[in-house]
């Protein structure tokens, strides 16, 4: 348990000098784990030691203040990992967002120090984990705000593929959980060594425990196979380009939505075939574009142009297109095969609010795959890589391979991109599928099912990438049960919180007469 504190020393001149650390390790807290996330600097490791400063003060205070002290923790964190708020949302709400954003993070933050209070003290170390875990997950499942408010302290680690491991078994609650338990048992023997105690041993055996579990990750890597094929994903960028934007009859704030002319959707083609056949030399064997919406999936003239562009390369080309029904309007991978027909296509599920507000649909739940000579591929769009289930369940159709055209452009934002694409990775290793991603303004990339990136485009800069991959036939325990982990953190959250009053009601000697 957190050590009792004298409130009556609180008004003393040592006791303001403690306030004064506590702020100052708060912040610093939030520095570090805002330089560990993927939207500035991308210092993974630093996501393994950013949040024991803070915990080290709240040692030092009373439960009361503690999300007070938190407070510059969660909103300077918030406002590094989430500097894109404003363009999205405009600069006013972008910032009261950020605000937001950080004060839930200080009150996350008590929650794990009130758990922590109420566990016996060999589990007091597991208070802040199961919490934060707990909180985290039902948030990011929570309608509205799973949408938009996409960081999570696990993504620190996106590219550190020993420690994604974890998620083919709890998905990222488990590797949220897992930072943060090195970041508490940092915190328990730091505090017990400053008030000259013996060494915590539930913090040890929580740090041994947390390094055996990233040996296995790293042990259970193997070196990519023979049996290897080429992704190519391109970077058209033709959201940026004013040339191919002044083609479109839309007004400017609805350009980007999809190709409205057939001079718009010819340029469009054209810069993606260029970019294509800059790399034919590699012979990849398949070929992903970005989310650019640039003709209809049934335009006679352009599906041909992209069939005949897919025989020409001998490859499964993946464009994204506008699929018109009697139902309504879908945006939609639609994929070609090496003999320049249509071999699959399917509508994106997870469709935004401006996209819905423009007439798009969400997709029917349709999770089919395409046998191809390379393994099973599944196809989607964009934001359907953000929510788990979606590409959970493609794997459990049998898809192996995920092919998904992507647009991360928001008026040339450079901060998004990245925190979307982790997203990719953590969804590659889940399930142990390979992926291709065509982007309009990056991150292209190819990654392959322990999550290791074998091509990764610049961002807001026209190209192509290309990288190797590989299948496997592993399905995984997240493949197969989902949120388990999150859930179950969920319960050990509530009965942390409820066993302690009940068995202390319960212990309580009758009153008598």
């Known amino acids: 348990m957190a050590p009792s504190v004298n409130v009556r020393a609180m008004a003393t001149p040592a006791a303001g000098r403690v306030w004064s650390f506590s702020l100052t390790l708060s912040l610093l807290s939030g520095m570090l784990i805002g330089a560990s996330m993927p939207t500035i600097l991308d210092w993974g490791l630093l996501g393994w030691i950013g949040v024991a400063p803070l915990l080290i003060a709240l040692h030092t205070q009373p439960l009361p203040r503690h999300f007070v002290i938190a407070l510059p923790f969660g909103i300077i964190w918030s406002a590094m990992a989430h500097l894109w708020y404003p363009a999205m949302f405009g600069p006013v709400l972008g910032v009261v967002l950020i605000i937001a954003v950080g004060c839930f993070y200080a009150g996350l933050v008590q929650a794990g120090t009130a758990l922590q209070e109420r566990l016996p003290e060999p589990l007091s170390v597991l208070g802040a984990p199961i919490a934060w875990s707990a909180l985290e997950f039902l948030r990011f499942i929570a309608p509205i705000t799973g949408d938009w408010w996409i960081e999570l302290l696990a993504k620190s680690q996106w590219r550190f593929p020993p420690a994604l491991q974890i998620l083919t078994l709890t998905g990222f609650p488990g590797l949220g959980f897992l930072v943060m338990l090195v970041n508490s048992a940092i915190a328990f023997l730091i505090v017990n060594a400053w008030r000259r105690r013996r060494a915590h041993m539930p913090a040890v055996v929580s740090l041994i425990v947390a390094a055996a579990i990233i040996v296995w990750g790293a042990l259970i ?40 002319t057939p001079e718009m959707s010819q340029a469009i083609f054209d810069v993606n075939a260029a970019l294509t056949r800059s790399v034919a030399a590699l012979r990849p064997a398949f070929i992903v574009w970005p989310e650019n919406e640039f003709a209809s999936a049934d335009d006679p003239v352009f599906t041909a142009q992209v069939g005949d562009l897919a025989r020409e ?31 699959g296509r399917r509508a994106k599920i997870n469709v935004t609010d401006g996209e819905k507000e423009f007439g798009f649909l969400p997709g029917p739940r349709d999770f089919s795959v395409v046998e191809t000579p390379y393994g099973q591929v599944g196809l989607g769009v964009c934001w359907d890589r953000h929510l788990p289930w979606i590409v959970r369940e493609l794997a459990s159709a049998g898809a192996q391979i995920v092919l998904m055209p992507v647009d991360d452009d928001f008026s040339g934002n450079r901060w998004f991109p990245p925190a979307h694409a982790s997203d990719t990775v953590f969804r590659a290793v889940e399930n142990r599928v390979a992926f291709g991603l065509g982007a309009t303004s990056g991150i292209a990339m190819v990654i392959d099912p322990y999550g290791r990136i074998t091509a990764e485009s610049d961002i807001n800069q026209r190209g192509v990438v290309t990288g190797e991959t590989f299948v496997v036939a592993e399905r995984t325990l997240f493949t197969r049960f989902g949120d388990w982990f999150g859930w179950l953190a969920v319960l050990a959250m509530v009965i942390g919180f409820v066993a302690r009053p009940v068995w202390q009601a319960i212990k309580k000697p009758p009153r008598t007469l």
Request: charged letters at 25%; aromatic letters at 12%; zero cysteines.
């Open 221 to 260: 890597i193997p070196p990519a196979p023979d049996h290897r094929f080429r992704i190519a994903a391109t970077v058209d960028l033709t959201n940026q380009d004013r040339f191919i934007q002044a083609l479109s009859r839309l007004p400017v704030e609805q350009e980007g939505y999809y190709a409205d």
């Open 313 to 343: 390369m001998n490859a499964y080309l993946v464009a994204d297109m506008v699929w018109r029904t009697s139902d309504g309007m879908y945006d939609t991978a639609v994929m070609f095969g090496p003999d320049g027909a249509e071999v």
